[in-house]
């Protein structure tokens, strides 16, 4: 499912009426029975008997003034409140305010000067507060008194049903401007914004109900935005299902380059989601030191020891090994665990200037790129980077926070600047592809904020790019499913105990809950 800006939904709007006819009033009324229709079962099945609509000045406010309109004409008791001064409002919110008089539904304006305890008082004896003061329209922060009925309408403790965006929250990107309401659902219209997935809009947003408002397919195709929400149904698209007639030769042979002394676990993690995302086969390379220790913990993987200059770390002295093995592999990872070394560059360096093979980069490998990001130049064949903010902080040389604030565009720039697949990691992860396709990620959750989980990821997209899917598609599906197996794990073990061992235990399942097998 496509996300757009504030920007790009207005154009949509402005297509749908001049290009293809459809009138404002149209959408607006579509817009005000869509909610309806999930503020009146919401009713039924809290028992809730009345409604207060708080309704602002531009459009958002008019689809409030339909949403009354509705629930008075099905027997619910609404009362309809403006925030400020109804004088200013015009267009099709206008046409909707004056049915509402007509059909004389109670209507109270809110004025500055309003007693913030009289309004409280008020709003507390509804059952359930819909939101209508801000929509897509909001474009610099909320003055005094609009801030104060937003506190208000949150310090009623009520059920709250946002229109299209939480007021307060802004469109375009999730900030917040001053302050914004707390929605329990948001009922966002045709396509989610931007600011109803990123941090901290998708917080106030809390459940997202998307709802068609009659906006042509037409019109989003020749839009093309480039975002996109990972949804179930496309990653069930993208994995290809298992043949009767096939051997473990068909899903892809993975090789690992990862683990140095105290750091084995990493290496032993990757592997194990590397198998359990179902590819055929696993071959780690591991510093000498170390192989039987890994001998020991892995069962399925076949590790191939290296031999290596300062012990523990792996060794450039056998390149050729690398390289050979790379040759049969269908995709490769490196750096979980790897430890930072000159050694390792060096091994960056020969892979990139002599390999086709897709490769995915993380940990100590990205460390080792971020001052030697040139020798991404030199790759020959597809690259997946997956960074978390204070790794893409030492690629970029941007501060952490400003890469907060910025995730799609600072990985969409990284990802075509150096015609890399990126993967910016953290609650709502960002896929960028060099072509400058977006992916953003829902799935996933706190509990996943522990030592491992990123190895884990690592596995997983090097496992779907060695089945032969797409490198883009298999680092979007992938991180779906890492995801959706931390969803599952909290869902069983709970958030703060999980380990990143739970999330590999729970990636079978995530897979069939997607394949059905
Ligand atoms: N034809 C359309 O464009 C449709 C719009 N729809 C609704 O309309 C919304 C967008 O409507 P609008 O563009 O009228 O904008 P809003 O209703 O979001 O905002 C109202 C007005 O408030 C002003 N404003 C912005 N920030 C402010 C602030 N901090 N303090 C005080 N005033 C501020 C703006 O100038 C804006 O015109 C959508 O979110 C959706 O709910 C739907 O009815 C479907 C059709
Ligand atoms: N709050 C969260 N919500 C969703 N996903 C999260 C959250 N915290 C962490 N994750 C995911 O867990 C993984 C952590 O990776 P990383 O930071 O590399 O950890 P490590 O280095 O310990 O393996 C990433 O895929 C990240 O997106
Ligand atoms: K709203």
């Known amino acids: 499912m496509k996300i757009v800006s504030n920007t790009q939904?207005?154009?949509?709007?402005?297509m749908t009426i001049e290009q293809y006819g459809i009138p404002g009033i149209l959408l607006m009324e579509n817009a005000g029975i869509a909610v309806f229709h999930e503020v009146y079962h919401h009713l039924q099945?809290?028992?809730?008997?009345?409604?207060?609509?708080?309704?602002?000045?531009?459009?958002?406010?008019?689809?409030?003034?339909?949403?009354?309109?509705q629930l008075f004409q099905h027997n619910i008791k609404v009362k309809v409140f403006i925030s400020g001064n109804p004088a200013v409002i015009g267009g099709d919110a206008k046409t909707n305010l004056e049915i509402l008089k007509r059909l004389e539904v109670p209507i109270e304006v809110i004025s500055p000067g309003e007693n913030k305890n009289v309004f409280l008082g008020q709003l507390k004896q509804y059952d359930l507060i819909v939101d209508a003061i801000f929509g897509i329209g909001l474009d610099r922060n909320v003055d005094e008194f609009i801030?104060?009925?937003?506190e208000t309408i949150n310090e009623a403790e009520k059920t709250v049903v946002s229109i299209d965006i939480p007021s307060g929250v802004n469109a375009a990107d999730g900030s917040i401007c001053g302050t914004a309401v707390k929605a329990h659902k948001t009922i966002v219209f045709q396509l989610p914004k931007l600011g109803n997935i990123n941090?901290?809009?998708?917080?106030?947003?809390?459940?997202?109900?998307?709802?068609?408002?009659?906006?042509?397919?037409?019109a989003i195709i020749s839009l093309n935005p480039r975002i996109q929400m990972i949804t179930t149904d496309w990653v069930k698209s993208i994995l290809p299902k298992r043949k009767a007639d096939t051997h473990k030769g068909d899903y892809g042979r993975v090789y690992i380059v990862a683990g140095s002394t105290g750091m084995t676990g990493?290496?032993?993690?990757?592997?194990?989601?590397?198998?359990?995302?179902?590819?055929?086969?696993?071959?780690?390379?591991i510093?000498?030191?170390?192989?039987?220790?890994?001998?020991?913990r892995l069962t399925e993987a076949i590790t191939v020891p290296l031999p290596e200059l300062k012990k523990g770390v792996v060794g450039i002295s056998d390149i050729e090994k690398i390289m050979k093995t790379m040759s049969q592999s269908d995709a490769v990872a490196v750096g979980p665990g790897s430890g930072q070394s000159?050694?390792?560059?060096?091994?960056l360096r020969n892979i990139f200037e002599n390999s086709t093979t897709p490769i995915v980069l993380d940990a100590d490998a990205l460390n080792s790129l971020a001052n030697r990001k040139e020798l991404l130049k030199l790759l020959k064949g597809p690259a997946v980077l997956t960074p978390h903010p204070m790794e893409m902080a030492r690629l970029t040389q941007i501060a952490v926070e400003d890469i907060q604030k910025n995730r799609v565009e600072i990985a969409g720039e990284f990802a075509q600047k150096w015609n890399v697949i990126v993967v910016l990691k953290g609650a709502r992860t960002v896929v960028a592809a060099p072509s400058g396709e977006i992916f953003i990620n829902t799935t996933g959750n706190p509990g996943m904020a522990t030592a491992g989980s990123g190895d884990v990821l690592t596995g997983i997209i090097t496992g779907f790019i060695a089945?032969?899917?797409?490198?883009?598609?298999?680092?979007?599906?992938?991180?779906?499913?890492?995801?959706?197996?931390?969803?599952?794990?909290?869902?069983?073990?709970?958030?703060?105990?999980?380990?990143?061992?739970?999330?590999?235990?729970?990636l079978p399942h995530a897979l069939k809950k997607i394949v059905g097998k």
């Open 147 to 150: 801030g104060r009925v937003i």
């Open 45 to 69: 099945m809290m028992g809730g008997k009345q409604v207060a609509v708080v309704c602002g000045r531009g459009n958002n406010g008019g689809d409030g003034f339909v949403v009354a309109r």
């Open 266 to 285: 990493a290496a032993m993690l990757t592997c194990e989601a590397v198998l359990r995302s179902g590819a055929g086969l696993v071959k780690v390379a």
């Open 467 to 506: 089945q032969g899917i797409e490198p883009v598609s298999a680092t979007a599906a992938a991180v779906y499913i890492h995801g959706l197996a931390g969803d599952m794990a909290a869902g069983d073990i709970g958030e703060y105990g999980m380990m990143a061992g739970d999330i590999v235990t729970h």
């Open 199 to 218: 941090y901290p809009g998708s917080y106030y947003t809390g459940e997202m109900i998307v709802k068609n408002i009659g906006i042509p397919q037409e």
């Open 287 to 296: 510093p000498q030191s170390l192989n039987n220790i890994m001998e020991v």
């Open 342 to 347: 000159r050694e390792l560059e060096e091994v």
């Open 9 to 14: 939904m207005k154009q949509l709007d402005r």
